[in-house]
């Protein structure tokens, strides 16, 4: 499921740029990778995911505090009907309010912190991504960041100016990993604090779009269709093919004619 998540956070990326104004193909290749990369982030509110346990202590740490506050949160706002659970895996994490305060902080955090602060969560979205969608990623990233670099003609200008856009693209990347949780797996309690039925932390399954999927079906059918769109969503990529087939089809309907 991990790389799922990251290839739809990729896919939801390339998709939020052009309507957010990030309409370069560096602005959109950095914006998908963030998207990928926090598509992961919110099981870090579980000590066994592998974003828990990619930096070591320091993942190990956070994913330790995510759980403390979740489980302090939930027993202060547990509804009569929520269950008695202890309120950490797929809790705080795994809501609408969480993708916004994340998003914020990170727009906030990036805009005060310049470039530098911008490289840093870019990096770090790209070694969550890579956890998740394996070591091939390393060399492929590696040689994006020589690219971004080498073709941009102003890199930290253009870092810059993707300090806002970052806010957005972890708040997307939260919100596309919930969404796949609440159609593949047990509903994910995205309205929190919002009652629904004596629960406040009311978990969304939307039993008109849920799948069951087993491996099979995800492994031969869902990350192949996204991993296709990863790709024609790049900026470019889909007039270059339509382009292509207009060509074909062109030049056959010429060879036809008598
Ligand atoms: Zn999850």
Redesign the pocket.
Known sequence: ?GRT?ALTGWCAGLAVAPVVGAGTVHQAVALGAVTAGFALL??L??PG?RASRLLGPITGALSWLLRRASARLYALTKGPRDEDGKGT??HM??TLLFALALGALTAVGTEAGGPYAVAGVVVFALLLAENALGDWLLPVSGGAVVWWAASSPDGLGELNQLAGWLGIAVAVGCLV??L??ALT?SG?PFLFPLPIAGETWYELRPAWLRFRTGKTAENILIFPAFAVLGVLLLPGVAGFVADGIDTYVGSTSATERP
């Open positions: 499921m998540h919110p099981d509110d579980h995911a895996h797929r994490t795994h990993h919930c796949g949780d797996e994910c």
